[in-house]
Nanobody
């Protein structure tokens, strides 16, 4: 049974920083790409960032490029999302996901976490 557990969300002021984590279990972590998506109230879940299984390749949504950094520690079975210069429009539930290939499409990921709330106050 694959499980993804996010942590690290919270309330932060505009311009602040936050790091969310996702701990994975149930299959060989290093064999799979990992990704972060987010969903704001009333909006569809959208792609944020993804990282290949060996961490050699990353991809970001234009809205977060230059502010967010995705990384992974295969020894700890954990993926991270460092978020800097946060804006109110970054407020959302952040979900991690795992799949075969690092890509921006939700369809490419077969397991998802329950999400962690990130709120950016203005």
């Amino acid at each position: 049974q694959v499980q993804l557990v996010e942590s690290g969300g919270g309330l932060v002021q505009t311009g602040g920083s936050l790091r969310v984590s996702c701990a994975a279990s149930g299959r060989t972590f290093s064999n799979y790409a990992m990704a972060w998506f987010r969903q704001a109230p009333g909006k569809e879940r959208e792609f944020v960032a993804t990282i290949s299984r060996g961490a050699g390749s990353t991809l970001y949504a234009d809205s977060v490029k230059g502010r967010f950094t995705i990384s992974r520690d295969n020894a700890k079975n954990t993926v991270y999302l460092q978020m800097n210069n946060l804006k109110p429009e970054d407020t959302a539930v952040y979900y991690c996901a795992t799949g075969r290939v690092a890509q921006a499409s939700k369809a490419g990921y077969d397991y998802w976490g329950q999400g962690t709330q990130v709120t950016v106050s203005s």
